[in-house]
């Protein structure tokens, strides 16, 4: 049986976060492995690592949660 190869370079093809993904990003889409799933802290929606954002008082959040903030007076 013949072994995988050993290192092959990776070049032009999708990071390894998302080449082997089982999870689905409810984001965007994309495939990615459930250790680099994130989750949304305002309402638990999970996605990739792509889709989180950082709110400018430093919270993480989806992209959702983000654009729903609501527009508040800049701080
Ligand atoms: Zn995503
Ligand atoms: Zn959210």
Do not use: N
Request: glycine letters at 12%; aromatic letters at 6%.
């Amino acid at each position: 049986m013949p072994r995988a190869r050993a290192k092959a370079p990776a070049s032009d093809a999708a990071p390894w976060w998302l080449t082997d993904g089982d999870e689905e990003c409810l984001g965007c889409g994309q495939l990615y492995i459930y250790e680099m799933e994130f989750r949304c802290p305002e309402c638990e929606m999970t996605t990739c690592i792509h889709c989180r954002r950082r709110r400018p008082d430093g919270r993480v959040v989806c992209v959702s949660c983000l654009d729903a903030g609501g527009p508040g007076d800049g701080g």
